[in-house]
């Protein structure tokens, strides 16, 4: 109940519309439980006619027909038009929930996408966003007009007669009872299996992403197993829930005819014995032919509304575990929003950058550098080297502040980073990531998305320095060509290329450059090698590099193991160490 109350807001900014709705399904409601009793105001009419010898009184009868057919027509006009105001307003409700979530995947800090799975969370943007509002589309307007229809019906119930009123609402305790059982039973199932949903979600995006790995190394048959096992627990959480939730419909079907008949029984004494006396109070007198008609219509009425209600039991248990995942994922803690430091002037830096005494561990109790100093001159080449897992991506990240630190600072231009914000950092930064990641846009647009407002002109001296101007000019529409969605119609290196070139664009006081792993053919790899020592001219860098034939001219190199700067200095300094990094520099030129 409290996760559907935080859909409010996202319904009542459309007050306008949202009160039309509601207004049009009172009016339809009101208007379809009218007509049983005007029709029965007929019969009663006529029957008095008939059996008084009197004539028939038409103008009563054309008044009531009238009374009838403007209440089918606004009926079915006023039914039409809150369906159509109520589906707007949740349709824009749903655009602002996913517009939320995408403003909160932006707050998040690195480390929440750490410990969730991509396809999860793209599970809860698209399909428990959809879920919900499939169920509010579907649920709210049946449920509601269902509410209403039992209620009008009720009222005109007890306009006819008390006694059959009151009988008639001996039904809804009943109702109430075994839905709440039936629906509390199945809910914790309906949870599960979202759950389950999402995982499948990171799955299929883990397994789409990685095909062609999953095949070189014949792990068909290990993922067909991982895949079985989850669509299983979906099929048995999937009938768990669905059975739980259907069995309600027939029960309460049955409830109700039972019920009915126990109506119809008393409504039976009620014509044979008039007026009914029990204990010596009357009850009521026997109902006339037009006002029993109206009830007979009601009672079976009746079923419409509940059947509606309890056929979106399980369209609706499953909104509220969509619901659940949703918020939970809007309710993530988020990175604190941070001001821009007005004493900062970032044109004025000059890049230089010190650790001191830092320490980190991904988690507290795993702590992953102790005490680690660095000191780096404005304009230095560093490079960082040393075996897989030894923390050299992880000293990036602390730099850039994807994580932070648990003791120590770290200072550019002796100002702690801590005292900037982050977007004020970063942009002193220029990336170059290990993976050439672009996004489905034009080039022009994909360097320039490297620096705030690139013109041009700035694009194109950045693709010069990175050695991609003459191929981006071969290409079909230059600047202006389209890089499709998975990046397929550039090759590795050209896209390495483009990247060095949108880390340059913003001019950065500090480049990064993440080298590339996977290799490419050796005029490629010059030319990535050229553009990438021209990139790093007069500005502080740091390349993580894995070829140590690109580093030897570095002023600085940082060899790291488990956390820890193990040796430092430049590549003669090194060798003459004969320390880690030259036997990791003999068993590369040995290989
Ligand atoms: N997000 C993370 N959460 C928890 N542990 C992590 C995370 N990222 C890295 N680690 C761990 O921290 C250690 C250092 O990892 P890091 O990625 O910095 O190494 P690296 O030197 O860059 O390795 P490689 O050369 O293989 O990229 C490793 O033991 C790694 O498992």
């Not at 709705?21 to 007509?35: D, E, N």
């Not at 029965?40 to 054309?62: D, F, K, Q, R």
């Not at 800090?109 to 396809?119: E, I, L, R």
């Amino acid at each position: 109940m409290k996760d559907i109350k935080r859909l409010l807001p996202y319904m009542t900014k459309y007050k306008l519309k949202l009160n039309l709705s509601i207004s049009l399904t009172i009016l339809y409601t009101f208007a379809r439980s009218a007509q049983p009793f005007l029709i029965g105001l007929i019969i009663s009419e006529l029957v008095a006619n008939v059996l008084g010898n009197t004539p028939i009184n038409l103008h009563y009868i054309m008044v009531i027909t009238i009374i009838i057919a403007v209440c089918g027509i606004t009926d079915a006009i006023s039914d039409y038009c809150a369906n159509y105001f109520l589906i707007d307003v949740i349709q824009k409700g749903m655009y602002d929930i996913r517009s939320d979530i995408q403003k909160k995947l932006n707050k998040l800090p690195v480390s929440f996408f750490d410990t969730h799975k991509q396809g999860d969370i793209l599970g809860r943007i698209t399909t428990d966003v959809d879920v919900v509002s499939v169920a509010l589309q579907q649920g709210i307007i049946k449920i509601f007009a269902a509410f209403l229809t039992l209620f009008f019906s009720i009222v005109f119930m007890f306009i006819r007669s008390t006694f059959f009123g009151l009988l008639a609402l001996i039904i809804f305790p009943l109702v109430y009872i075994i839905y709440r059982k039936l629906f509390q039973r199945a809910q914790p199932n309906f949870m599960k299996l979202q759950n389950e949903l999402g995982r499948l979600n990171s799955f299929t995006t883990e397994t789409f992403s990685s095909h062609d790995v999953i095949q070189l190394f014949n792990q068909e048959d290990h993922m067909q197993e991982k895949f079985n096992e989850i669509t299983e627990s979906i099929q048995e959480t999937g009938f768990k829930s669905n059975f739980n939730s259907s069995v309600i419909n027939p029960l309460l079907s049955s409830l109700l005819n039972l019920a009915y008949i126990l109506i119809f029984l008393v409504m039976g004494i009620t014509v044979l014995r008039n007026p009914l006396v029990i204990g010596g109070f009357v009850l009521s007198a026997a109902l006339d032919i037009g006002a029993l008609q109206s009830f007979i219509q009601y009672i079976w009425q009746f079923s419409s509304p509940i059947r509606d209600i309890t056929q979106l039991s399980n369209v609706i248990q499953a909104a509220i575990a969509s619901l659940a995942r949703v918020l939970e994922l809007l309710d993530a803690k988020e990175e604190k929003q941070q001001v821009n430091n007005p004493d900062i002037n970032l044109s004025d830096m000059t890049g230089q950058v010190t650790f001191n005494h830092v320490k980190f561990g991904y988690s507290p109790d795993k702590i992953l550098m102790q005490d680690v100093n660095i000191d780096i001159a404005p304009g230095s080449m560093v490079a960082v080297v040393g075996p897989t897992g030894a923390g050299k991506t992880t000293l990036i990240n602390l730099l850039m502040r994807f994580y932070d630190i648990n003791a120590g600072s770290i200072c550019i231009d002796t100002i702690d980073i801590k005292t900037m914000s982050k977007p004020q950092e970063r942009s002193l930064f220029g990336m170059v990531l290990q993976d050439p990641w672009l996004y489905a846009a034009s080039v022009a647009d994909n360097i320039g998305s490297g620096a705030d407002y690139a013109e041009r002109a700035q694009i194109i001296a950045a693709a010069k320095i990175a050695n991609v101007d003459h191929y981006i000019r071969t290409l079909p529409e230059g600047y202006e060509t389209f890089i499709n969605q998975e990046s397929s119609n550039v090759s590795q290196g050209q896209k390495q290329l483009i990247t060095i070139a949108r880390a340059l664009v913003g001019d950065p006081k500090i480049l990064i450059l993440d080298e590339a792993t996977s290799s490419v053919d050796t005029r490629l790899e010059l030319m990535i090698q050229s553009a990438m020592e021209k990139a790093m001219e007069n500005r502080t860098s740091f390349i993580i590099a894995h070829r140590l034939s690109t580093i030897r001219n570095a002023d600085l190199i940082l060899v790291m193991n488990q956390g820890s700067i193990v040796e430092h200095g430049t590549h003669d300094d090194l060798l003459l160490q004969d320390g880690m990094y030259s036997s990791i520099y003999q068993s590369q030129f040995d290989s």
